[in-house]
Structures are given as structure tokens and as C-alpha cells.
């Protein structure tokens, strides 16, 4: 509400500041911070002595925050480059919607005037839903040519369509009249690479042909997509998730959604995914149909020009590529609203409504899957869900919580040292080494062989009349005599044991390898892998829970609903159960979640089993940190984001985050009317802060304003080439009137255009609970800190996420491998690994828990029988 309020209230003036060059205390990768001012229109100052004009409020709540608005200086022309935005830099929110209020009276003013400015109000209006509607295309397009090119390429590793190349297997047979129902993937026109290179088709040396050519195969899609990614855009690797949801905090990563970006994430996505590694093509394709969205956004000024409302449209680009990802177009919006989107007023809602209905209509026009459908693992149970089941779909949210906390932090870890050490310098053989793990362990295994999407679906499948997988290899009734749809349950055969332990293999490997997987250099989604974890789990459940209630049928959980020759148990119920549950377990999803899954899969009638387990699998990993994996991974890269869902449940105050400290140089400010033109560039080059607070003077300190450094830069120069008679000595002003100066002296600067006259101020006694609210809810850059007016120092969006990190860490424990004797007396903690000072020691003495700083006055008691304190 108060970021509403703030939107209203006109907080704009004709000449707009931008973010600065990093700086020694503002590095971007480490934490991030930028800076950010709220500009306001030109007017007189209170500080100059003159009456403000304009709106005036106070919010007030253990500390003040004020502000005012002013009146447009139209004697001020706006300086060019002002009011745009450096790499790896934050947005100014309220500015942005400001400057689109402001085009927006100006539109509606000269609309009356003329048919041509009729024309353009009208286009205006109509553009956002134009490029929504060109970016739903584009992704329904683009996933469609993915999926097609996925498949073929998949099929590609284990044989060749002799008939028709660019058929796959599937396509290959389907006009066959030489194959049989139980051998339909057979026919004459499909030829294995065994056929082809030594002429068997059966045998051990077609095995071994075609396990080398599986590996070639998935080798040389995994090196042809790291080397194109390394060559041509980086930034095509990953998710692309946390990025987005960065970006759409209001961060800057210039070429993060450019078209090489695109172009290169398309090709590369479908190598990966052929390659056999453990990803998924879902959190990519989000990626590519934001980057669609930015490319269409600059064919209009409206959003071209404007920071803020380019991240309207791409909320809804997201919510398009989740709805051709899943086939799930309301889960997409859902995702958006929860997942990504830091700001999402209703009309984004309907705009990201109509991009995923038009992404979902295009899609199912290209018809990838060819089923006709737009879901892709489209199920049809005939048998409800009995309430008993809820005791083992929980147990399912459970597994989901579990293995959500254990990837987050092996991943986490991973990542980590890949970051710190010498292997992460070599992308190449990281992706090679991997893949060639995959392809030899997962060649064996026909579930691991399998593409993951197609192991998915028949994991869901439910096991019919029709159906001759392994896993539905039961002792049939020979009395039976006609084939129905609701067949009782039955004793499971070989077939069926046999599945069992390669599908305890397959989720074994699939844990493994995916901890690996995600985050190396190659456009690696999650999602799909997270599934397969999830639906491997829940059928090896739902058979042993199946053959329970056959063989004991009179027990009475089962006494009332499993009776002798019903169909009780559905076995791919609950592997679709364990796919939300694994999902929801890493991404901590919850509505969203629920939403697509039952769109993904039909199974409406579902939606209890699948939230049961969804808020199970939260509340279990949230047991562990309250962190989903995107979140985990903006921590990692140092991406400056503030995430609403936390709690802040500190008691520090703003004078204890504040810079300078005590032991810091004081904080470089500039006088309202004492400095030269020298004297602000000596500063600009001796210094690299973002900005500089305006006093009046430094004995009294009191606030004039904010003037950050590039807007400084570009002022200046812009003056020396526009201007005559500005030199080194000249005075520059940042007040309404300029002060009486000599005659002999130069002509004075005046740069009050550039200065924000009403930056965001909050008293030194102000609770951080209310600072971080109004970084998060009004997306700020930076805070100043005053005390009875006077300034004190600033608060940066660095310094806030610096200061949760440490507060973070203080309530971790540590590993203590054992207690040192100090020099001179007293005890010193040995920790099995460097880390901050600030975080405490914990001791396990005797069922004891001792809580030691750095140094302690003396052993805690029983120190000889010391435990390790495990912390993480």
C-alpha cells in the first residue's frame, strides 16, 4: 500500500538521475549494493528559506521517513544521458513509474488536438497488449521448435529413420504395417546404429555398437552446447530463474535477455537436453520467452524507454514460458505472480493471463507431442483416492522436504567450490566429464536411458488392459474374460520386482548426478529432474502400498475400501504426488505448484493428494532453511535482492547498519554552494562512491539533497561543451538562487537540475524491521540517515543485504574440531574452516550446549570429553 500511495503522489521531475559506476564499498558481485534516488520535481527548497509548493507527508513509526514534491523547473532543459541505467545496476522504481505518469498526461493532454495524435493515444493504449500478444507467439513458437528438435535429437543417440531423417522413433513406426502391439516401438524403417554400422540388430556386439554410440552421441551434444555457450553468450547457461527474478527485482544485467542470449539458449537447449544429462528444458524456456519479451519490448517507446514498465511485460513473459513448458497457462500466471515477479499490479495479471493463453494456443497448433493436447503427461485414473491414502502421500511430502533440503545444500556447496577453486576455470571438461558419467551409467538402465519426460509419463501412466511396460507386468486372472478399464488389483510378477530395483537404481543415479548437473555451463533446468526424483519415489511407494492391500485386504485400514477384486491402489497417482512433492521440496513453491501439476497432468480430481504433499514437502524443508533453490542460488552469485518473504525479527537499529562507522573515513558529501568545479571532479576521481549527499554546509550538516556521481560526470562535461565560461575555478550551485559572487569571476554551474531534492531519509533511531520494509516494498537503492536534520551516513541496498547475510550467519552454528590452549591463558575454538568472526561457537560437552566466542576465559566443563558441534 505504501508503494501505491507513493506512485501517486507525482514524485517526478523533467530531468532524472541513473545509477553510477561500482565502487570500492559498492561492489556489485559482492553483495551488490547500488544506489537509488527518489526524484522529485523543481521548486524552492525549505533549506533555501523559500516556501515549498507542493504535497507534503510524514510517515512515522520509531522513525521518520519524509519527503516532498515540487514543481516541474521548465527553465531546466534535461542533460542527455541523464536518466538511463549502467550495467549491473539497480532501477529507481517510483522514478520510473513517475516518468510513465508523466507520458501519460502528456498523451491524454494532445490527443484532443489532432487525428494523428489520436492515432498515437490510441497506439499507446493498445501496446502493451500488442507486445504481450507477440511475445505469447514467439514462446509458443520457440518451445514448440524446441520440443520437436528435442525429441528427434534424442532419438538421434540410438538410431536413424531410414525412410524420413527427420523423424523420430515414434514418428518413424507410426505408418508401419509391420510392427505388433507389443513390440510397437519395432519397425523395418527404424535402424539402430548396431544395424547401420555392423548389420546386427541382436547380440553383444550390437549392445556394445550401440552403448558407444549412445556415448559419442551424448559427448558430442554436451561439447557442442558448452563450446557455443562459452563462444557466444555465457549468459545462455543455468535456469536462467534466479537471473530473472533479479531482473525483475529491478536489477540490471545488460545482454542477460538480448537476442545472441536467445538465439544461443534455443540451439544449446535442445543439445542439452539430448545430450541425456539430468536437466529439464522448463526453466529455460521461461528464460526465452523473457528475452523474447525484452526484444519486442524496445519496439515500443512506451516500455523501451522505461525501466518499470519493460518488467510488466516481462512478468508476463515468464508467465508464458511456464505455460508452454507445462502446457499449464494458469499455473504460468500463478508462477509469476508467486515465484518471479517483484511487482505485479492487476493489469500485469490480465496481460500475463492473455500471453499465456496465446503461448498455449500456439503451441497446441504445432501439436509437439502429437497427442493432440497440450499437457504432456496427460493421465486418466478411474479409481478415486481413499482417504488412508493421505498417510502415504504425506509420507511423500515428507521424502519431497527431505530431498529439497539435502540438493539445496550439496548443490549450494557445490557451486560454492566451483567458484573457489581451480575447477571452475575449466567449463568444458566439467559439462564433458559429466555427460560422459551420465551416458555410462544411464546407458544400462532402460529408466535412465529413457529421455526424463518420457520416464515421467510412464511413471504416471496407469497400468490398462493395453498398457506392456515392465511395470505393469501383473499375475492376470485367467478367469477373466473381457478387457474393462477398472481391473482389480493384482500380485505383482517378476516384471514388475525387476522395475522395482532398476527404478531404485534410477533414483539413486538421478539424486546423484542432478546435484552435479544443476549449474553447469549449459541451459539446465530443474524441474523435470526434481519430477522424475519425485515419481521414481512415489511408484516404487504406490506399488508396495498396492500389493499391501492385496495381500492384506482384511486389515482395517483397507477392510473398508480394498475389497477382494476392487481396484484400490493407483500406483501413478502417486508418482504424480511424489513429482509435486520432490518440486515443491526445491522451489518451495506452493499454489503455483498445485496449479500446474494438475494441469500438466489432468488430474483435477487430485488436487487434495497433491496439496497435502505440496505443504508437507514445505514445512519439512523449511524444518532445514527457509531458502528454495532459486533463492540459494541469488545468494551465491551476490545478486543485490531483497526477498519479501522473510522476517525480519532483529532488534538493530539504522545507526548499527549505517556507513561511515566509527572506524571509516567520514562520508563525502558536497556543499550546496562552496565548490568549484575542480573541487567535485578531485572528488569524483579520488573517491568511487555512486553518489554524494548535498549539505549546506559542513558546520551545520544540515540536508540539501542527493547528486549521484554519474549525473555529476555527465552534468559537467555536457556544460563544458554546451557552456561558455565554465572552467576548473567556476562555482557550482546545487541551490535555487545562485550566490553573489565577484565580478571577475567565472560563470557559475548550476546543477540543481540533477539533484534530488527529496531523498528517502529515515533518523538514526529507526528500527531496521521498518528500514528493510521500505527498501523491499519501495524497492530503494539507498536511505539516508540524519539525527535532529544533520546528516549522518547512508544506507545502501549492499549494506541491508550485508547485514541480513551477517545476522544470517550469527544464528548458524559452526564445526569446532577441537579447543586450543592460548598463549598467555584462556582458550581458543579450532574450526574445521575459515569463516566470519561474528558467528558463534557451539560445544556438546556431556548433553551440554556451550555457547563460546573466539575466545573464551577457560574450557567449558568436561572440555576432555568434547563431541563436534555440527552446524551448517
Known amino acids: 500500500?505504501?508503494?501505491?500511495?507513493?506512485?501517486?503522489?507525482?514524485?517526478?521531475?523533467?530531468?532524472?538521475?541513473?545509477?553510477?559506476?561500482?565502487?570500492?564499498?559498492?561492489?556489485?558481485?559482492?553483495?551488490?549494493?547500488?544506489?537509488?534516488?527518489?526524484?522529485?520535481?523543481?521548486?524552492?527548497?525549505?533549506?533555501?528559506?523559500?516556501?515549498?509548493?507542493?504535497?507534503?507527508?510524514?510517515?512515522?513509526?520509531?522513525?521518520?521517513?519524509?519527503?516532498?514534491?515540487?514543481?516541474?523547473?521548465?527553465?531546466?532543459?534535461?542533460?542527455?544521458?541523464?536518466?538511463?541505467?549502467?550495467?549491473?545496476?539497480?532501477?529507481?522504481?517510483?522514478?520510473?513509474?513517475?516518468?510513465?505518469?508523466?507520458?501519460?498526461?502528456?498523451?491524454?493532454?494532445?490527443?484532443?488536438?489532432?487525428?494523428?495524435?489520436?492515432?498515437?493515444?490510441?497506439?499507446?493504449?493498445?501496446?502493451?497488449?500488442?507486445?504481450?500478444?507477440?511475445?505469447?507467439?514467439?514462446?509458443?513458437?520457440?518451445?514448440?521448435?524446441?520440443?520437436?528438435?528435442?525429441d528427434w535429437m534424442t532419438d538421434l543417440k540410438e538410431g536413424i529413420c531410414l525412410s524420413a531423417l527427420w523423424y523420430n522413433h515414434e514418428q518413424c513406426c507410426w505408418g508401419s504395417n509391420e510392427t505388433t502391439f507389443e513390440e510397437r516401438d519395432k519397425c523395418p524403417q527404424w535402424k539402430t546404429w548396431a544395424e547401420l554400422i555392423i548389420g546386427q540388430a541382436e547380440g553383444p556386439g550390437s549392445y556394445i555398437m550401440n552403448y558407444m554410440m549412445y556415448i559419442f552421441w551424448a559427448l558430442s551434444f554436451a561439447f557442442l552446447a558448452v563450446s557455443l555457450v562459452k563462444v557466444f553468450a555465457p549468459y545462455a547457461c543455468g535456469s536462467g530463474i534466479p537471473e530473472i527474478k533479479t531482473i525483475l527485482s529491478g536489477f540490471i544485467i545488460r545482454g542477460y535477455l538480448g537476442k545472441w542470449t536467445l538465439m544461443i539458449k534455443t540451439v544449446t537447449l535442445v543439445l542439452a537436453v539430448a545430450s541425456g544429462l539430468s536437466l529439464g528444458k522448463e526453466g529455460p524456456l521461461v528464460h526465452v520467452a523473457c528475452c523474447c519479451g525484452n526484444i519486442f519490448s524496445y519496439l515500443f517507446p512506451k516500455y523501451?524507454?522505461?525501466?518499470?514498465?519493460?518488467?510488466?511485460?516481462?512478468?508476463?513473459?515468464?508467465?508464458?514460458?511456464?505455460?508452454?513448458?507445462?502446457?499449464?497457462?494458469?499455473?504460468?500466471?500463478?508462477?509469476?505472480?508467486?515465484?518471479?515477479?517483484?511487482?505485479?499490479?492487476?493489469?500485469?495479471?490480465?496481460?500475463?493471463?492473455?500471453?499465456?493463453?496465446?503461448?498455449?494456443?500456439?503451441?497446441?497448433?504445432?501439436?509437439?507431442?502429437?497427442?493432440?493436447?497440450?499437457?504432456?503427461?496427460?493421465?486418466?485414473?478411474?479409481?478415486?483416492?481413499?482417504?488412508?491414502?493421505?498417510?502415504?502421500?504425506?509420507?511423500?511430502?515428507?521424502?519431497?522436504?527431505?530431498?529439497?533440503?539435502?540438493?539445496?545444500?550439496?548443490?549450494?556447496?557445490?557451486?560454492?567450490?566451483?567458484?573457489?577453486?581451480?575447477?571452475?576455470?575449466?567449463?568444458?571438461?566439467?559439462?564433458?566429464?559429466?555427460?560422459?558419467?551420465?551416458?555410462?551409467v544411464a546407458f544400462p538402465n532402460p529408466y535412465t536411458r529413457l529421455n526424463t519426460s518420457e520416464l515421467i509419463k510412464e511413471l504416471f501412466t496407469d497400468c490398462g488392459p493395453l498398457e506392456s511396460s515392465s511395470l505393469c507386468d501383473y499375475r492376470n486372472d485367467m478367469n477373466a474374460s473381457k478387457i474393462v478399464d477398472d481391473i482389480p488389483d493384482r500380485p505383482a510378477g517378476l516384471g514388475v520386482y525387476s522395475a522395482i530395483w532398476q527404478l531404485c537404481l534410477a533414483l539413486i543415479f538421478k539424486i546423484i548426478m542432478t546435484v552435479f548437473t544443476f549449474g553447469i555451463k549449459v541451459p539446465s533446468g530443474l524441474f523435470i529432474p526434481s519430477m522424475a526424483i519425485g515419481a521414481i519415489a512415489g511408484r516404487i511407494v504406490g506399488i508396495a502400498v498396492e500389493q499391501l492391500a492385496y495381500y492384506h485386504h482384511d486389515w482395517f485400514i483397507f477392510k473398508e475400501w480394498c475389497e477382494v477384486g476392487a481396484d484400490c491402489i493407483t500406483p501413478g497417482l502417486y508418482a504424480m504426488v511424489g513429482a509435486a512433492a520432490c518440486l515443491g521440496g526445491v522451489t518451495r513453491m506452493t499454489v503455483s505448484l498445485v496449479v500446474i501439476v494438475?494441469?500438466?497432468?489432468?488430474?483435477?480430481?487430485?488436487?487434495?493428494?497433491?496439496?497435502?504433499?505440496?505443504?508437507?514437502?514445505?514445512?519439512?524443508?523449511?524444518?532445514?532453511?527457509?531458502?528454495?533453490?532459486?533463492?540459494?542460488?541469488?545468494?551465491?552469485?551476490?545478486?543485490?535482492?531483497?526477498?519479501?518473504?522473510?522476517?525480519?525479527?532483529?532488534?538493530?537499529?539504522?545507526?548499527?547498519?549505517?556507513?561511515?562507522?566509527?572506524s571509516d573515513p567520514p562520508l563525502a558529501v558536497l556543499t550546496q554552494d562552496n565548490m568549484t568545479v575542480d573541487d567535485i571532479e578531485n572528488m569524483i576521481n579520488e573517491t568511487s562512491y555512486n553518489g554524494f549527499p548535498v549539505i549546506m554546509s559542513r558546520e551545520s550538516q544540515r540536508l540539501v539533497g542527493f547528486a549521484l556521481r554519474r549525473d555529476l560526470t555527465i552534468a559537467i562535461e555536457s556544460a563544458r561543451k554546451k557552456q561558455e565560461g565554465i572552467v576548473g575555478s567556476s562555482r557550482v550551485c546545487f541551490a535555487q538562487h545562485t550566490p553573489s559572487l565577484p565580478a571577475e569571476s567565472p560563470r557559475p554551474l548550476k546543477l540543481r537540475s540533477i539533484l534530488d531534492m527529496s531523498p528517502f531519509t529515515v533518523t538514526d533511531h529507526t528500527p531496521m524491521e521498518i528500514v528493510v520494509d521500505i527498501f523491499r516494498k519501495l524497492g530503494l537503492r539507498q536511505c539516508l540517515v540524519t539525527h535532529n536534520g544533520s546528516l549522518l551516513g547512508i544506507i545502501t541496498k549492499k549494506n541491508m543485504v550485508a547485514h541480513l547475510e551477517e545476522l544470517t550467519r550469527r544464528a548458524e552454528p559452526l564445526v569446532i574440531t577441537r579447543l586450543l590452549p592460548r598463549p598467555g591463558g584462556g582458550w581458543l575454538c579450532a574450526l574445521a574452516s575459515p569463516v566470519s568472526f561474528v558467528r558463534p561457537c557451539l560445544l556438546l560437552t556431556r548433553g551440554c550446549v556451550h555457547t563460546l566466542p573466539w575466545e573464551a576465559a577457560g574450557p567449558p566443563p568436561g572440555h576432555q570429553s568434547l563431541s563436534l558441534a555440527l552446524g551448517l
Open 304 to 440: 523501451s524507454t522505461n525501466e518499470a514498465k519493460k518488467r510488466e511485460v516481462l512478468s508476463a513473459a515468464s508467465a508464458a514460458g511456464v505455460s508452454v513448458a507445462f502446457g499449464a497457462p494458469i499455473g504460468g500466471v500463478l508462477f509469476s505472480l508467486e515465484e518471479v515477479s517483484y511487482y505485479f499490479p492487476l493489469k500485469t495479471l490480465w496481460r500475463s493471463f492473455f500471453a499465456a493463453l496465446v503461448a498455449a494456443f500456439v503451441l497446441r497448433s504445432i501439436n509437439p507431442f502429437g497427442n493432440s493436447r497440450l499437457v504432456l503427461f496427460y493421465v486418466e485414473y478411474h479409481t478415486p483416492w481413499y482417504l488412508f491414502e493421505l498417510f502415504p502421500f504425506i509420507l511423500l511430502g515428507v521424502f519431497g522436504g527431505l530431498w529439497g533440503a539435502f540438493f539445496i545444500r550439496a548443490n549450494i556447496a557445490w557451486c560454492r567450490r566451483r567458484k573457489s577453486t581451480k575447477f571452475g576455470k575449466y567449463p568444458v571438461l566439467e559439462v564433458i566429464v559429466v555427460a560422459a558419467i551420465t551416458a555410462v
Open 598 to 662: 494438475f494441469e500438466l497432468t489432468g488430474g483435477l480430481e487430485y488436487i487434495v493428494p497433491l496439496m497435502a504433499a505440496v505443504m508437507t514437502s514445505k514445512w519439512v524443508g523449511d524444518a532445514f532453511g527457509r531458502e528454495g533453490i532459486y533463492e540459494a542460488h541469488i545468494r551465491l552469485n551476490g545478486y543485490p535482492f531483497l526477498d519479501a518473504k522473510e522476517e525480519f525479527t532483529h532488534t538493530t537499529l539504522a545507526a548499527d547498519v549505517m556507513r561511515p562507522r566509527r
Open 1 to 150: 500500500m505504501e508503494s501505491e500511495q507513493l506512485f501517486h503522489r507525482g514524485y517526478c521531475r523533467n530531468s532524472y538521475n541513473s545509477i553510477t559506476s561500482v565502487s570500492s564499498d559498492e561492489e556489485l558481485l559482492d553483495g551488490a549494493g547500488v544506489i537509488m534516488d527518489f526524484q522529485t520535481s523543481e521548486d524552492d527548497n525549505l533549506l533555501d528559506g523559500d516556501t515549498a509548493v507542493g504535497t507534503h507527508y510524514t510517515m512515522t513509526n520509531g522513525g521518520s521517513i519524509s519527503s516532498s514534491t515540487h514543481l516541474l523547473d521548465l527553465l531546466d532543459e534535461p542533460i542527455p544521458g541523464v536518466g538511463t541505467y549502467d550495467d549491473f545496476h539497480t532501477i529507481d522504481w517510483v522514478r520510473e513509474k513517475c516518468k510513465d505518469r508523466e507520458r501519460h498526461r502528456r498523451i491524454n493532454s494532445k490527443k484532443k488536438e489532432s487525428a494523428w495524435e489520436m492515432t498515437k493515444s490510441l497506439y499507446d493504449a493498445w501496446s502493451g497488449w500488442l507486445v504481450v500478444t507477440l511475445t505469447g507467439l514467439a514462446s509458443g513458437a520457440l518451445a514448440g521448435l524446441i520440443d520437436i528438435a528435442a
